[in-house]
């Protein structure tokens, strides 16, 4: 059992010790972000036949297998034709 260094109270799992100016013992707020595709998302052009992915990690597999990248467009800002994400086209 892990002890806080600054009170000597018990530990909790998911909390962390006391800072000097914060006495109680906070607890982490952390999130998960699922993998997962609520319905699935079909894909038509990783092959001959569209596929249904339930999560993008399996996506991400099948598109690196096929050899196919996500394509990305860079827009510039309104009222210029320069894009900070390009600096040169050759």
Partial sequence: MN?????????????FGCITTIRPHGEARLRVIGDDIP?????ENLSAK???F?????YREAA???HVVNAVKHTPPPGTDKSN???RWV
């Fill in 54 to 58: 339930y999560s993008w990690s399996k």
């Fill in 39 to 43: 319905g699935g998302i079909v894909i």
């Fill in 85 to 87: 994400f390009t600096s």
């Fill in 3 to 15: 002890l806080c260094a600054v009170c000597g109270l018990p530990l909790e799992i998911g909390q």
């Fill in 50 to 52: 569209p596929q249904k």
């Fill in 64 to 66: 690196k297998a096929a």
